[in-house]
Every structure is written in structure tokens, then in C-alpha cells.
T-cell receptor, first 109, second 114 residues
Framework: GENVEQHPSTLSVQEGDSAVIKCTYSDSASNYFPWYKQELGKRPQLIIDIRSNVGEKKDQRIAVTLNKTAKHFSLHITETQPEDSAVYFCAASRPSLNFGKGTSLLVTP | DAGITQSPRHKVTETGTPVTLRCHQTENHRYMYWYRQDPGHGLRLIHY???????DKGEVSDGYSVSRSKTEDFLLTLESATSSQTSVYFC?????????????FGPGTRLTVL
């Protein structure tokens, strides 16, 4: 089955800096890669996704890149704000979603 | 948030008792999923359904069963709860297969098995 590795497990940045979270996947047939944000005690919320026919997607301060050859994809958050502090999960679909173990992002003022 | 509710939201039970968690949606989505979330493990798929009476196993299905008699309801049953099933359980829905359509999550159920 699909195996998704996510790094780092924790990330601390200063407000205004950029944050990058990386994921690798094992199944080359995976074709959909969403990212979820989960605040403490809340449900995971989809923040951005990318499909295998696209290399990059951007939505305001958030971008995702996909390298199908290397089988990795990354989440980029620019101009981080304290409200970006949360746990972020990547996932790969083939077709069921397989999630990474999460990255706890802390943005300090 | 998509129209997804879960009940109960919190439950404490004892080892060996049966437990049923309910997921209810008002979106008329075809696919419904049950995940469990544990520290250090992320979200793991237990079972999913692709239509009324159509279900399949996920990654961690042992000890769990599901039923879907109506489009809007997906039930997860622990026949005989064990302490290893203490977890937060999330239901999710999607319009189509998760390779084509976004999944939206319910608010979660925190289950403690003593």
C-alpha cells in the first residue's frame, strides 16, 4: 500500500518567516495530494490540494509543489502569522487517502 | 463546514462493552469514511463506504465493523471495546473517490475505553 512520510515532525518559525513541510510517497500511481490543517481540538480542514497533472499550485500565502519523478511534494507558507500555528497533514491518494504523521507548526510573534 | 455531524462527541466506556458511533451527513455525498487519530500516527482509515450497503476495509479495520443503510448515515461499531481503541474518531465524506474529490471531516468523537 501507499506509504507517506512527512518531515519535520515539529517546526518553529518567527512570525513573518516562511515555513516548508515536505512529504514523500511510495506509490507512483497516487494522483491526488491534499494538505490539511488541524487546530487543537478541531477537525482537519483542507487548505490546499494538487493533482498529479500539475506541478505547482498557489493560494495567497500557501503554495504546494509536486515532483512526480522524485515522488515528493511540499507545502510552503510565506509571511507566517501566529494563527498559522497548527498541525499540518499531507496525504496521497490512490484512491484512498494515506496520511503523513503530521507536522506541528509553531509561529512565534 | 460541510454538513457532517458525529454522535456522541465524547464517550467513556469499559473494556468488553459494545460501542456504536454515528456519522450523519446532509450533503448527499456518496462516499463516507471512518478514521482514527492517535498521537504519532496521524489519521488512519478504518473502513469506508461507497454507497448504501457498500463498504470496504481500510488500513486498521480489525475489531471494527460498519454499516450504511441510508445515504446520510454511516455507523462504526466496536463489538467489544479494548483499551487500544481509545482514540479520536473522525468521519469524513466526499462526493466521489478521494482521488478526484475533496474529503471533508466531521467534528470527531473522543472515545475512552477503560
Amino acid at each position: 500500500g501507499e506509504n507517506v512520510e512527512q518531515h519535520p515532525s515539529t517546526l518553529s518559525v518567527q512570525e513573518g518567516d516562511s515555513a516548508v513541510i515536505k512529504c514523500t510517497y511510495s506509490d507512483s500511481a497516487s494522483n491526488y495530494f491534499p494538505w490539511y490543517k488541524q487546530e487543537l481540538g478541531k477537525r482537519p480542514q483542507l487548505i490546499i490540494d494538487i493533482r498529479s497533472n500539475v506541478g505547482e499550485k498557489k493560494d495567497q500565502r500557501i503554495a504546494v509543489t509536486l515532483n512526480k519523478t522524485a515522488k515528493h511534494f511540499s507545502l510552503h507558507i510565506t509571511e507566517t502569522q501566529p494563527e498559522d500555528s497548527a498541525v499540518y497533514f499531507c496525504a496521497a491518494s490512490r484512491p484512498s487517502l494515506n496520511f503523513g504523521k503530521g507536522t506541528s507548526l509553531l509561529v512565534t510573534p | 463546514d460541510a454538513g457532517i455531524t458525529q454522535s456522541p462527541r465524547h464517550k467513556v466506556t469499559e473494556t468488553g462493552t459494545p460501542v456504536t458511533l454515528r456519522c450523519h451527513q446532509t450533503e448527499n455525498h456518496r462516499y463516507m469514511y471512518w478514521y482514527r487519530q492517535d498521537p504519532g500516527h496521524g489519521l488512519r482509515l478504518i473502513h469506508y463506504s461507497y454507497g448504501v450497503k457498500d463498504t470496504d476495509k481500510g488500513e486498521v479495520s480489525d475489531g471494527y465493523s460498519v454499516s450504511r443503510s441510508k445515504t446520510e448515515d454511516f455507523l462504526l461499531t466496536l463489538e467489544s471495546a479494548t483499551s487500544s481503541q481509545t482514540s479520536v474518531y473522525f468521519c469524513a465524506i466526499s462526493e466521489g473517490t478521494s482521488g478526484s474529490y475533496e474529503q471533508f471531516f466531521g467534528p470527531g468523537t473522543r472515545l475512552t475505553v477503560l
